[in-house]
C-alpha cells in the first residue's frame, strides 16, 4: 500500500494548479483569431452598434448581381479576423468559394505599395485553384517577364525547373528581403499590372468553370495593418494610393472580393471617395462598456466577462470570483481598462499570469499588467499629442487631420457605437463616438495634459480623467 505524504500532495497539487495556470494562459492567446464554432466566441453585435457583418457585407455579395469591392475595417485587434471567418462559413453555406488569407503574411507592414497586393493575391489564387484552372496564362505573362526582373533580383533562379506559384511567391520575397532592387521589381510589375490582372482573370474565369460553386470571394485580410508611409510632398500617403489612386486595379479581379483597410482612411478627408469607389465601408467599433459620457455600460461589461468565462470553463468548473480572479473588482476593473478591445483583454490576462503563482489572480499581478500597459501606450504618444488626445476625451470626436487619424490608426483613441433602437418616444437613431485609449486616460500625464487642456477652455475640471485601477 502506497502513503502519500503531505509532501507529496502539495507536490501533486502544485502541478495540478500550474497545469491549470498554462491552460488558462494559452486560452487567452491574443493573436488567435477564432472559428465560428469556436466555444470561446462570445456574440458582442448589441454592444458594437449592432454591427453584423453577415447583414452588411455577406448579404451584398449574395444578392448583388454584379461582383462586388468591399472594405472592411476597425481598429487592431478588435475582433475583424474572427468575424471575418464568420463571413466565410456563412458565404460558403450560400453555395461560394471563399479564398481567405492573410494579405500581409509574406510583406514588410512598414513598406508595402499597390503592387505588393496585387501579387500577394495572384500568390493566393494560384495556391487555393491551381488543381481547378490553367495556370498557362499567367506562367506565359512571368515568362515574358522574365528576363528583366532575372535582371533585378532573381539571378539564382531558372524560369524552366519552377512552378507557377514557386514563381509568384518568389515575387513577393523579393519585395519583402531586397530592399535595394524593391522599387525597381515594383516598377517593373506595375508598368505591366494590366496584363498580369488580364492573365489572372483568365484563370479565374477557367477555374470557375470547375468549381461547384456559384461565385468565387477573396477575402483579403490583414492590409488594415499597413504602416501609413507619405508618397509626396502633399501629404498623400500608401493607404491613399493603395485604396484610392489604385482603385481601379483593386477593383478589376473577375470576383468578389473584401479588403480589410486601416481605419485612419476612413475618417480621412477621402471617405467620400471611398464611398463612391467601394459603397458603404464596415467598421467593427470596440464592445461599448463605457457610455459617450462616462458611465460604465453594464450589458457591454457582461460581455466581456463572458468572454472570460467561455475561456476559462474549458479547463476549470471553479467560477472567475474568487476562485480565478480574487474579487468582482478586479475582475471589473480589467474589462474597463481593456476599453472593449478583445484583444487588449486577452493581452492583459496573459500578462496578469505571468505574475501569478497560484489562482486567483490578485489585484497587485493586475496593476503590473496594467502597468506595463500603460507604459507601452504611453511610448506610443508623441508629445504634442497629449493636448489632442485630452481634446478628444472632452469632445468625443477625432478631427479630418492627419495626427489625429494616427492616433487611431495607434490604437490611442478607440471608437464606440450605440444601436438604432426603438422607444415609446420613437426611433433613437445610432450614435458614434471616439474616446481616448483607458490605457492612456489612467495615466498622471494624461491628468495633466486634461487639466492643462481644460485651463485653456476656461472649464473647471471634469470626471475626463481616467479613474486609477
Known amino acids: 500500500m502506497q502513503y502519500w505524504t503531505r509532501y507529496d500532495i502539495e507536490l501533486l497539487d502544485a502541478?495540478?494548479?500550474?497545469?491549470?495556470?498554462?491552460?488558462?494562459?494559452?486560452?487567452?492567446?491574443?493573436?488567435r483569431p477564432l472559428e465560428p464554432d469556436d466555444p470561446f466566441y462570445v456574440k458582442c453585435h448589441e454592444v458594437r452598434g449592432?454591427?453584423?457583418?453577415?447583414?452588411?457585407?455577406?448579404?451584398?455579395?449574395?444578392?448583388?448581381?454584379?461582383?462586388?469591392?468591399?472594405?472592411?475595417?476597425?481598429?487592431?485587434?478588435?475582433?475583424?479576423?474572427?468575424?471575418l471567418r464568420r463571413l466565410r462559413r456563412y458565404l460558403e453555406e450560400q453555395g461560394r468559394k471563399v479564398i481567405y488569407f492573410e494579405a500581409t503574411d509574406h510583406l514588410d507592414n512598414v513598406n508595402v505599395q499597390y503592387t505588393?497586393?496585387?501579387?500577394?493575391c495572384t500568390r493566393h489564387l494560384i495556391k487555393e485553384l491551381q488543381d481547378n484552372g490553367d495556370t498557362g496564362a499567367l506562367r506565359q505573362w512571368m515568362k515574358s517577364r522574365w528576363q528583366s526582373l532575372k535582371d533585378l533580383a532573381l539571378t539564382e533562379i531558372t524560369f524552366d525547373n519552377e512552378g507557377t506559384l514557386d514563381l509568384f511567391?518568389?515575387?513577393?520575397?523579393?519585395?519583402?528581403?531586397?530592399?535595394?532592387?524593391?522599387?525597381?521589381v515594383r516598377a517593373q510589375i506595375n508598368n505591366h499590372s494590366k496584363s498580369l490582372i488580364n492573365a489572372l482573370n483568365e484563370f479565374i474565369a477557367d477555374a470557375q468553370k470547375n468549381l461547384q460553386a456559384e461565385e468565387l470571394v477573396i477575402i483579403a485580410d490583414n492590409l488594415d495593418r499597413i504602416i501609413p508611409t507619405k508618397v509626396d510632398e502633399d501629404g498623400k500617403t500608401n493607404h491613399d494610393e493603395i485604396f484610392i489612386d489604385y482603385s481601379s486595379q483593386m477593383c478589376q479581379l473577375a470576383c468578389n472580393v473584401i479588403y480589410t483597410v486601416p481605419i485612419s482612411l476612413v475618417y480621412s478627408n477621402r471617405v467620400s471617395q471611398l464611398r463612391e469607389i467601394y459603397g458603404d465601408t464596415h467598421v467593427l467599433p470596440m464592445v461599448m462598456v463605457r457610455l459617450q459620457n462616462g458611465t460604465i455600460h453594464p450589458p457591454g461589461l457582461v460581455k466581456l466577462k463572458q468572454s472570460i468565462l467561455q475561456r476559462v470553463s474549458q479547463y476549470t468548473e471553479q467560477p472567475?470570483?474568487?476562485?480565478?480572479?480574487?474579487?468582482?473588482?478586479?475582475?471589473?476593473?480589467?474589462?474597463?481598462i481593456s476599453g472593449g478591445q478583445i484583444r487588449e483583454l486577452m493581452q492583459l490576462v496573459q500578462t496578469a499570469l505571468n505574475w501569478t503563482d497560484e489562482l486567483p489572480i490578485r489585484r497587485l499581478a493586475l496593476l503590473r499588467a496594467i502597468s506595463q500597459g500603460q507604459s507601452e501606450y504611453g511610448?506610443?504618444?508623441?508629445e504634442e499629442d497629449w493636448e489632442r488626445l485630452a481634446e478628444v476625451s472632452i469632445t468625443k470626436r477625432v478631427p479630418n487631420d492627419d495626427r489625429?487619424?494616427?492616433?487611431?490608426?495607434?490604437?490611442c483613441v478607440l471608437?464606440?457605437?450605440?444601436?438604432?433602437?426603438e422607444t415609446a418616444a420613437g426611433l433613437q437613431p445610432s450614435t458614434k463616438w471616439h474616446d481616448v485609449h483607458p490605457l492612456i486616460k489612467s495615466t498622471e500625464r494624461f491628468d495633466q495634459a486634461l487639466k492643462q487642456y481644460q485651463a485653456q477652455l476656461g472649464n473647471r475640471p471634469n470626471q475626463e480623467s481616467g479613474a486609477r485601477p
Open 116 to 120: 505588393d497586393i496585387l501579387l500577394s
Open 15 to 31: 502541478a495540478v494548479s500550474e497545469e491549470l495556470l498554462t491552460q488558462i494562459y494559452n486560452a487567452f492567446d491574443p493573436k
Open 379 to 382: 511610448g506610443a504618444v508623441d
Open 50 to 83: 449592432d454591427e453584423n457583418i453577415i447583414n452588411e457585407v455577406g448579404r451584398k455579395i449574395v444578392r448583388a448581381e454584379s461582383l462586388t469591392y468591399q472594405l472592411y475595417t476597425g481598429h487592431r485587434g478588435v475582433g475583424k479576423s474572427t468575424e
Open 169 to 184: 511567391g518568389m515575387l513577393s520575397a523579393t519585395l519583402r528581403t531586397e530592399s535595394n532592387t524593391r522599387q525597381q
Open 404 to 411: 489625429y487619424r494616427g492616433l487611431l490608426f495607434n490604437r
Open 415 to 421: 471608437e464606440y457605437r450605440t444601436a438604432l433602437t
Open 320 to 336: 472567475l470570483v474568487p476562485d480565478i480572479f480574487e474579487s468582482e473588482a478586479v475582475l471589473d476593473n480589467l474589462c474597463l
